[in-house]
């Protein structure tokens, strides 16, 4: 095995010490292309507003019209530790909002992947006004066309790679769709949809929904982002260090669900010394094996 140094620019490191990061940090950090020390803040006022996520403003009007109007929510998931947690995201996160949602994670084997003809069937013996999709949806073309052919309307939240043909949904947000100028392409499933309750909470806002009321902490919902976030694999650019290291504090301090909690538990670890690696190795593919064997 052959040892290569990183390459990195000296005047990038000189620019990080100049700003006082640590002149060992600074060759680090310069050799793992950061170029400015604002780009290690870990605070969330440093996330990507969330309107600069193509169509979100869009989607925040629809949810919050559907919410206002008291319509019936259904949110599709998928069985993967992302696709579980952004499920979990999407159901306390609209319930904060008042909605009147459910869920429904098929088995994948028995309906097939993403929104599929035969899952809206499913979905629709119980009646919803409206399918929100987390982590899939992006290629579901005739799922999406088998769902609007019964009425309900579809909105779709994904991060994988779309196909040539968009599916017809009433809106889709996704980084990595054709057309959309977000700067992180990396956002998991679970990052998709809670950037969507951040939209959500500003239409609100801007309709005056919290004149006589608090607003819903969303940051309560960090910790389970976090998880989704390592669990599946997306690069730790900027954004998504943010919400992972948000996510940890929340943990750390025992400040999150009492799903995390019990998954730490039965790993052995403990909630105050969590680490990305702790999300990554032993909460993650937890929940990947439960899925796996309740989906056989």
């Known amino acids: 095995m052959q040892i290569k140094p990183r ?28 170029v400015e020390s604002q780009q290690l803040s870990a605070n969330l006022a440093s996330l990507l ?20 109007d008291n319509k019936k929510l259904l949110v599709i998931g ?38 599929t003809p035969e899952i809206v069937q499913l979905a629709a013996q119980q009646k919803p006004d409206i399918l929100i999709t987390v ?13 609007n052919a019964l009425g309900i309307q579809v909105l779709i939240t994904d991060h994988h ?15 990595n769709q054709h057309g959309c100028t977000f700067l992180s392409k990396n956002l998991a499933g679970v990052g998709v949809m809670f950037y969507a309750l951040l939209a959500l909470r500003a239409e609100f806002r801007a309709r005056g929904k919290f004149e006589n009321s608090a607003e819903p902490n969303l940051t309560e919902l960090l910790d389970l982002v976090a998880l989704g976030t390592v669990a599946d694999l997306v690069k730790l650019d900027e954004n998504n260090r943010i919400l992972v290291e948000q996510g940890l504090r929340r943990i750390r301090a025992r400040a999150c669900s009492a799903g995390i909690l019990a998954l730490l538990r039965v790993s052995g670890r403990e909630p105050q010394q969590t680490t990305a690696q702790d999300l990554g190795f032993y909460l993650g593919p937890r929940i990947n094996i439960v899925k796996k064997t309740l989906t056989y």
């Open 161 to 175: 790679l779309p196909g040539e043909i968009t599916p017809n949904a009433a809106c889709i947000i996704n980084p």
């Open 135 to 147: 982590d899939n949806g992006i290629a579901s073309v005739d799922g999406v066309d088998a769902a």
């Open 78 to 115: 998928d069985y993967d530790a992302d696709g579980a947690t952004a499920t979990a995201v999407a159901v306390k996160g609209l319930k904060m909002f008042g909605a009147t949602v459910d869920f429904l994670v098929p088995n994948r084997f028995e309906y097939g992947y993403g929104l």
């Open 49 to 68: 507003p969330p309107q600069s996520l193509t169509n979100n403003k869009a989607m925040a009007k629809l949810l919050a019209d559907a919410i206002a």
């Open 7 to 34: 390459i990195f620019d000296d005047n990038i490191a000189s620019a990080l010490i100049a700003q006082g990061v640590n002149p060992l940090l600074a060759k680090l950090f310069a050799a793992r292309g950061i």
